[in-house]
């Protein structure tokens, strides 16, 4: 048995359910909105802006304070602090400041006895406006130079110059759709007052440390008044890290204003206008390669709308680069970004933060490369792979730990695909109106917060005197299974069975200073952080009976069978107990920070990630070339986890990221009209796939390696990664779509989502 | 007068309920059922479904239903099941033991409405004849992929359900009366027969109907309106008639989509496959078909597929009964030809000729549980080859269900060949000037229309054509 080490487990970790999966089957998990409300608690809505830019001349809430059971309307004016909810640019208003910068900006804020009150009352509220031009789109803003940031641009080599003289020359352009994250819990939060200005708010928040921050600078307070809880969210995808502090930030102010509790659930479709979606993005290409379809020159654009703030766009933006390699080696390289400020809704975190846009790009860019030269993409796909001598990215970071090329290989195998490919052929030529296609994917996904900063997480473990554990650490539950691992990792130590660990609430007075749980990175930071504070008591326990049995320290050990120390075996209740009469401290925190990771993000170089993440799928498809409807029929999957924390929760979140990809990339529309008012603010014009459009067959497998990077049980991070995996079902898509025309060597001109009106457009654009 | 219900045993007796109250609202508030969620509040996402039973001859016939949009008075004299009702203390029934051990949830929200539905499919509810995936189609998750929720679903599918007891307090609770009260100087009504409706409406003519409030809850809920006096239909005994002849299927006016299902399909398997699209099976337990009608939404997928088949419309008020053509009830946008005081009490939908082809074809941009882009419906009589009548509706292209009437010239007497469909694909461009909206662009749609009618054409000689019908290689 390895004694201490974080890389390995001292006991096999088993597939165990998720935590809470009792409790949410019985409907007595509680969120947010499921707590006792106390006495007198206020319901909250928000006034919101009807124009997308304006300066507004006057607000007037005569009628909406005279609406029965409202008891309180405030505007920015009442804010006492910063009114900011912004994580980096401080340019988020929780209430229109004198402009509004797109529709449905919350202008001003109705506290009321019942929340159909507060929501009746905020619609009566006369705003003038003097309208001010816009820019909706990436093309007006591009036009009025109108951005959140300077342009950046990643480059390697002389892309022009390996352009001018490349064998072959293509171009090309796509656009990517945004993407609502339909977490089933919408937008929540509730404070309370405590005693000597303290608050307490409970939010459905993916980062209670920031939200904590703003509360506290919101109303001139400091931060050590402020306490914020996380128990569970009902779904958050990136959602919940930076828009949950508009909410928490307004039920703060009332709770400051009026002394009483104050809750804020938002209507489904006042949360879609109001918080921040997936960016979209038009992007061109030009590119260079060979006969055989190897890349030489690649040269990108991605237009990204950011929408009317900073938020996370910048890093988001980042991402979108740093994924634009994908698997690929890209010799001469120029990926140019820019960051456009429109006059929507602030885009923000996802699911992938940006890195899916990147990849899809490069994804086309294979495809258009096969179609050019009538080759199998998949060809394209293994020639233009990252390898010895051919493992440097755009950015400067050697690969270590590339295993794509022994992936595709295996999935290629597994999947049948060559078969496949050929039963596909023949499917083809005898269906005239419906079409199949096939496509393989990979996915290489790079684990860390590029700003290096926040790579740091901290737990706190308690073991009882009765042998009982609590762990608490600064990383929140959305439904990942990130407690139960982190569980797991602590019972591990202890030797314990993983009942005997509690979980609590995330809360900024158990641990302070957190980073979101984002980037994937949730067990990775706080599974180590949570291993060396259970270490560190595990280390004075091992001590103290080492004294006490006449043992060596290290001859104590943690087992399932109780703790051993020396001669003489005792449960872990009694070792505890032993310890605490002992006058042992067992109580510890723990602290991780991701060592090795650098980058200059001026010259965008470094190493921004500390691994990677890789997977890989095939996707079959058939497309109605009548219709343009089209159904995902056959899914094979292998993706990579390192050494499994939890096997089950690992493939709960690769299936689910996976359909969650195919919704972005097939059903789900996101539109503003004209007037930048967005078209889609609800489930019954927003479609995210239903149980019948997973694929009927869908194999998972997780590769049987493990992270060559010491990181917490050598796992890999798994939240992100898999939803790229459904870049092979638009792939497909496109080659059924190409199967209509197989004499044409162009690719398809299908843009994301493929709905069945853009694959008749891309149908059409064969023909053209 | 007081609404009553029956919650696990226990009678729940509102002595002065708002009528535009919500189920939902009811359990998560004073009742303290916080198991039940609101996901969306308009019936699309299914987080809050519970059960709703009726006595039905010797059982309880239960319905899996959106508590969202449900108004209070709809589930007087009914028993409500919601997922704090299964299991017992601090034990799992076997179909949520099988989902919490199997990854069915992950950040739970969604998972009480799937426990529901599920049990529903299990306990023989209403729908419960449908695959797994058709069970949960009006319910969205957004973490698992669905994959463990399907596997639960087909592994725990049949629960003992002991509804004696049910069945019991179910009796006489709601008397034989109609129920009626005022909230806030707004009148509410609960009609127990369609003569004591004709009184009702007669006193109040513009009394909103309600049916199954699938369309009206959202007035609510979304629109934040104050329904003024609002009449309930769905517990008029005599209009829940099903008469299934040779002639043709008749339905009343509470009729419920689901409940229709069966006959429809029994009259032609496309019509089938349409109510099987309709909304969410919780949508198609609430919704009647004659609500789809009465309503006039230019989008409803019920009209164009009866108007094709040649559907008579039935409305009645004190003055007495008039039947139309269906097509002739929608007179434009947003109006409907019905006189106040009168109410849809039925359609009847012929039973197509043997001969007649008719083809059924929903376009939207999600299969399940999603509003049509283009609807086309097609009822071609064909003798000897030739095309002797024609009835072509769709629905999504105007501001009415309407049929093409070019489309119809251009078919009739011709051939049913390659030339006759190309100049009537050519002629429905014609017919319509359809919308861009959310949904579709005019163009789209104007180029879907005829590929419905293409897709008939290659459906008639043998040629596969739907997607859903295609396996893996």
Not at chain 1, 53 to 81: F, H, K, N, Q, W
Not at chain 1, 149 to 169: I, P, S, T
Not at chain 2, 409 to 415: C, E, I, N, S
Request: charged share 20%; hydrophobic share 45%; proline share 5%.
């Amino acid at each position: 048995m390895a004694e201490g080490n974080p890389l390995w487990p001292e006991a096999a970790m088993p597939a165990l359910a998720h935590d809470s999966a009792h409790l949410h089957v019985a409907g007595i998990a509680r969120y947010v909105d499921d707590e006792p409300e106390l006495p007198g608690t206020l319901h909250l809505a928000f006034g919101l802006s009807s124009e997308a830019r304006a300066r507004i001349v006057s607000i007037d809430l005569e009628a909406v304070r005279a609406y029965p059971g409202v008891v309180a309307v405030y505007t920015a004016a009442d804010i006492p602090g910063e009114n900011n909810v912004g994580p980096i640019a401080h340019d988020d208003r929780v209430l229109a400041d004198g402009e509004v910068v797109s529709h449905g900006q919350p202008v001003f804020l109705v506290a009321a006895e019942t929340r159909m009150a507060a929501r009746k009352a905020a619609r009566l509220g006369k705003v003038t406006y003097e309208p001010l031009e816009a820019a909706i789109t990436v093309e007006q803003a591009r036009a009025a130079g109108s951005r959140i940031e300077a342009d950046q641009c990643m480059a390697r080599g002389d892309a022009d110059a390996a352009l001018a003289g490349a064998e072959h020359r293509l171009a090309g352009s796509l656009k990517i759709g945004a993407q609502d994250h339909f977490y089933l819990e919408g937008q929540v939060a509730h404070a309370r007052p405590g005693e000597d200005g303290q608050i307490h708010v409970v939010s459905s928040s993916q980062h209670p440390s920031e939200v904590q921050h703003l509360v506290a600078h919101l109303l001139g307070k400091s931060s050590a008044d402020v306490t914020v809880e996380v128990r569970r969210m009902g779904g958050a995808f990136g959602g919940k890290e930076s828009q949950a502090a508009l909410f928490a930030a307004a039920a703060a102010l009332v709770v400051h204003h009026t002394g009483r509790p104050a809750k804020f659930r938002c209507d489904r479709d006042d949360d879609m206008i109001v918080t921040g979606k997936r960016h979209d993005f038009e992007v061109d290409y030009e590119v260079g390669h060979d006969a055989e379809g190897r890349l030489t020159a690649v040269k990108l654009r991605f237009g990204g709308r950011c929408g009317a703030t900073m938020d996370l766009s910048p890093g988001i933006n980042d991402r979108t680069m740093f994924h634009a390699d994908n698997c690929y080696f890209l010799p001469d390289v120029e990926i140019l970004s820019e960051r456009l400020k429109t006059n929507t809704v602030s885009a923000t975190a996802f699911r992938g933060f940006g890195g899916p846009q990147g990849m899809l790009a490069i994804e086309r860019v294979c495809d258009h490369v096969a179609a050019r030269l009538g080759l199998d993409p998949l060809e394209v796909r293994q020639r233009n792979l990252y390898g010895p001598g051919r493992d440097m990215t755009p950015y400067g970071m050697t690969i270590e730990d590339n295993i794509a090329p022994q992936m595709i290989a295996r999935l290629r195998e597994t999947s049948r695909y060559d078969a496949r490919r050929e039963a596909i052929a023949a499917f083809n030529a005898g269906s005239p109106l419906l079409k199949k296609g096939i496509a393989l994917t990979p996915v290489k996904f790079g684990i860390s917060f590029t700003t290096t900063h926040l790579n740091q997480a901290g737990a706190l473990v308690h073991v009882y005197a009765d042998g009982s554990i609590q762990a608490n650490h600064g990383g929140t539950e959305m439904g990942q299974g990130l407690h139960i691992k982190i569980a797991q990792i602590v019972a591990d130590v202890f030797g314990v069975g993983v009942d005997t660990v509690r979980i609590t609430a995330t809360r900024t007075d158990k641990v302070p200073n957190t980073s979101a749980t984002a980037a994937s990175s949730g067990a990775d930071l706080n599974g180590m952080a949570a291993w060396r504070a259970a270490m560190a008591i595990r280390e004075r326990m091992a001590d103290f009976l080492a004294g006490a049995f006449g043992c060596a320290a290290d001859e104590v050990r943690f087992t399932a069978e109780g703790v051993i120390a020396g001669e003489t075996r005792l449960s872990f209740a009694e070792a505890a107990r032993k310890a605490w009469l002992g006058r042992i401290s067992l109580s510890s925190t723990g602290f991780y920070a991701t060592p090795e990771i650098e980058y200059d993000r001026a010259a965008h170089r470094g190493r921004p990630f500390y691994y990677f993440a890789y997977g890989a799928a095939v996707s079959e498809v058939v497309v109605d070339r009548l219709t343009g409807e089209h159904k995902v029929l056959a899914v094979d999957i292998l993706h990579d986890v390192g050494r499994s924390l939890n096997p089950a929760i690992d493939r709960g979140q690769i299936e689910g990221g996976f359909v969650q990809g195919q919704g972005w990339l097939t059903t789900e529309v996101v539109e503003w009209d004209a007037k930048g008012r967005l078209l889609n603010h609800s489930p019954a014009t927003y479609k995210v796939p239903t149980a019948s459009d997973r694929p009927k067959r869908m194999r998972i497998d997780l590769w049987d390696g493990e992270n060559v990077k010491p990181t917490i049980h050598r796992s890999k991070a798994v939240g992100e990664p898999p939803l790229m995996l459904a870049n092979s079902v638009f792939c497909a898509i496109s080659a059924a779509i190409a199967a209509t025309a197989p004499e044409v060597r162009e690719l398809p001109k299908l843009d994301a989502p493929a709905t069945p009106e853009a694959v008749l457009r891309a149908l059409a654009s064969l023909r053209a | 007068m007081a609404l009553r219900f029956l919650l696990d045993g226990e009678v729940v007796e509102l002595t002065a309920p708002d009528p535009a109250g919500t189920l939902l609202d009811l359990l998560r508030g004073p009742l303290r059922r916080t198991g039940t969620k609101e996901g969306c509040a308009e019936g699309d996402c299914g987080a809050c479904t519970v059960l709703v039973g009726e006595a039905s001859e010797d059982r309880v016939q239960w319905r899996a239903v959106n508590a969202c949009i449900l108004f209070l008075p709809m589930v007087h004299g009914k028993a409500v099941m919601t997922v704090e009702s299964l299991g017992a203390k601090d034990k799992l029934n076997p179909l949520q033991a099988c989902m919490a051990a199997n990854g069915s949830s992950q950040c739970g929200f969604c998972t009480p409405g799937f426990v529901m539905s599920l049990h529903g499919r299990a306990i023989g509810a209403l729908g419960s004849d449908l695959p797994v995936a058709d069970a949960i189609a009006g319910n969205l998750c957004r973490c698992t992929g669905y994959g463990p929720i399907l596997e639960a679903g087909e592994a725990v599918s049949s629960l003992a359900q002991d509804d004696a007891a049910v069945l019991a307090g179910l009796a006489g609770l709601a008397g034989d009366a109609m129920t009626s009260g005022v909230f806030e100087a707004r009148q509410w009504f609960v009609p127990r027969s369609s003569d004591e409706l004709v009184e009702v409406l007669a006193v109040h003519p513009d009394a909103r109907i309600v049916a199954g409030a699938t369309d009206v809850g959202l007035w609510v809920t979304k629109g934040l309106r104050d329904l003024q006096t609002v009449v309930f239909i769905g517990d008029v005994a005599d209009l829940k008639a099903i008469e299934e002849t040779p002639d043709g299927v008749r339905l009343g006016a509470g009729v419920r989509y689901a409940e229709a299902h069966g006959a429809l399909a029994r009259l032609h398997p496309d019509l089938g496959e349409l109510v099987r699209r309709i909304g969410g099976l919780q949508v198609r337990s609430s919704a009647t078909v004659c609500g789809n009608i009465a309503n006039g939404s230019p989008i409803g997928d019920g009209p164009p597929a009866l108007i094709a088949l040649g559907a008579e419309l039935t409305l009645r008020s004190s003055a007495g009964r008039r039947t139309m053509p269906l097509e002739a009830y929608f007179l434009d946008y947003g109006r409907q030809d019905r006189m106040p005081g009168e109410f849809v009490e039925s359609v009847f939908v012929p039973r197509p000729a043997t001969g007649t082809v008719v083809h059924v074809s929903k376009l939207s941009r999600r299969f399940d549980s999603d509003i049509s882009a283009v609807l086309g419906a097609f009822a071609l009589t064909v003798e000897t080859g030739v095309i002797t009548a024609a009835r072509v509706a769709f629905g999504g292209m105007a501001a009415t269900p309407r049929r093409a009437a070019g489309c119809e010239a251009a078919l009739v007497g011709q051939p049913l060949s390659e030339a006759t469909i190309a100049a009537a694909a050519e002629a429905l461009k014609g017919d319509f000037s359809p919308l861009t909206d959310v949904r579709g662009s005019s163009a789209y749609r104007i180029e879907v229309a005829s590929a419905l009618l293409w897709r008939l054409w290659h459906r008639e000689r043998g040629v596969a054509t739907s997607v859903l019908d295609v396996e893996a290689c």
